[in-house]
């Protein structure tokens, strides 16, 4: 099975994929990393020998094309042969058709316990809400974000003193263990 990543950020998570035996690399190979700007994960696909492509995102606000945007997305990826898509930080919302295109062949990993705390801004708003427990939600992304039936979650305690960045980066490492287990899992079929 042919595995794609779509990232934009520093590629901690996609690090953690690309380390991680994702039940033998037989059986579950990353083919291609997707990404919407210059960043990090760019870095680290190639230094791990991993193909990458961007399709840069040039337009925003109502000028932009989502869905031709999706579909550069989705042709970059099947030019690889990629059967499963793995969202790991991709700053794009992408167009219904996208998900049409690979239907429940889509995961994602999100920085909070869904239904709780959807968007772009999940730490923030758990720690805004003064919740002491949160966590991380991996599971089949559809068009409407962060909604998918969810396959995997893991709670994560908020500390006192906690501000974004150190709860942040104590759910990323749940992620980092948690996302590469449940791909796996979901390639073999033994999930949801
Ligand atoms: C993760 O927390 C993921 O859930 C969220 O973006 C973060 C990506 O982290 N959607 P990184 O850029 O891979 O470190």
Request: aromatic letters at 6%.
């Amino acid at each position: 099975m042919r595995l794609g990543v779509l990232a934009s950020g520093t590629g901690t998570i996609l690090q953690a994929i690309l380390e991680a035996d994702l039940g033998g690399s037989a059986e579950l190979e990353v083919a291609v990393v997707v990404v919407d700007r210059p960043c990090a994960a760019t870095d680290v696909a190639s230094a791990a020998g991993v193909a990458t492509r961007l399709v840069a995102r040039t337009s925003f606000g109502s000028a932009f094309d989502r869905e031709a945007y999706s579909k550069e997305v989705a042709t970059a990826l099947t030019d690889h042969g990629v059967d499963l898509v793995a969202i790991a930080g991709f700053g794009t919302v992408l167009h219904a058709s996208f998900f049409d295109a690979f239907a429940n062949r889509v995961l994602n990993t999100h920085p909070a316990l869904l239904p709780s705390f959807k968007g772009w801004h999940a730490v923030d708003d758990a720690l805004n809400a003064g919740v002491k427990v949160t966590g991380c939600t991996v599971h089949i992304a559809t068009a409407d974000v962060d909604a998918g039936p969810i396959l995997a979650q893991e709670a994560v305690p908020v500390l006192l003193g906690d501000d974004a960045a150190t709860l942040h980066e104590r759910i990323k490492a749940v992620e980092r263990r948690l996302y590469p287990d449940t791909i796996t899992r979901f390639a073999r079929g033994e999930l949801p």
